[in-house]
């Protein structure tokens, strides 16, 4: 059946990996599955086509038959259950493999997330000035949390997953802040994801819609 995702006709960092179909894509390429992609400009996102997709009228979402996925932690959750590639056969590896994604966003992606609001949404408000030390601490507070659990090892538990998949692109939005350097093993991790070919297949063809 055919995989159809929706990403940003026009992303604003001129598809260098930083919005979210990024990770579908990766996801997909690990899993070696054909997708095809269709472009939304931000007006057509609130539009009722992609509402009824989507219903926060955002990016991506992913079409196969009559099944319609939006949220990337459902998305790549579901590929990786249904493709060999991203999650561990035994039970309980597979079981913290989801920890690991659900860790990626639901622990790690929200301070990461009000740093990016605090440095663009937020910025001319009076006080964002004040504010921002206490929003960066709070991302170094998980980050050495994070990097203490990695340690030396190459990838969160064991061999590569789609803990470490998830985890990767949360990180990565990070390394223009700089805070992801001051963590040695997290920046090498990171980068380590990024030279998967499979991820630079998803950056590759992301970045190719922007550059087109
Ligand atoms: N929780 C949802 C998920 O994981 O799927 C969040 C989806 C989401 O935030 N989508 C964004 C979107 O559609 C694009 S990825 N925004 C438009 C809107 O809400 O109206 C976020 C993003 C976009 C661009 C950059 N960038 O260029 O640096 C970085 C991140």
Redesign the pocket.
């Known amino acids: 059946m055919t995989i159809t995702i929706t990403a ?1 006709e026009k ?3 001129g598809g260098k990996g ?3 179909d990024t990770r579908v894509r990766w996801a997909l390429e690990e899993t070696g599955q054909p997708y095809q992609v269709r472009l939304v400009s ?1 007006r057509a ?1 609130k539009e009722p086509a992609h509402l009824a997709l989507h219903p ?5 979402t992913y079409e196969e038959g009559d099944l319609v996925l ?4 459902a998305i790549v959750l579901h590929i990786a259950q249904h493709h060999v590639g991203l999650l561990p056969a035994d039970a309980n590896a597979r079981a913290r493999a989801i920890t690991w994604m659900f860790a990626a ?1 639901n622990t790690v992606e929200p301070p990461i997330l009000d740093l990016a609001d605090a440095k663009i949404a937020e910025r001319d408000k009076p006080w964002a000035t004040d504010r921002m030390p206490l929003v960066q601490d709070r991302v170094r507070d998980r980050l050495k949390q994070l990097s203490a659990r990695l340690g030396n090892a190459e990838w969160v538990d064991g061999g590569f997953s789609a803990g470490d998949l998830m985890m990767a692109s949360v990180l990565l ?1 990070l390394r223009a802040s700089g805070i992801l350097d001051e963590f040695a093993n997290l920046a090498a991790y990171v980068a380590r994801g990024e030279a998967r070919p499979a991820y630079k297949r998803a950056f590759a063809a992301q970045l190719a819609v922007n550059a087109g």
């Not at 926060?56 to 991506?60: E, L, S």
């Not at 939006?70 to 932690?73: I, L, N, S």
């Open positions: 940003f992303s604003p960092d930083l919005a979210r931000f996102m926060f009228g955002q990016i991506p939006f949220e990337t932690g966003i939005r």
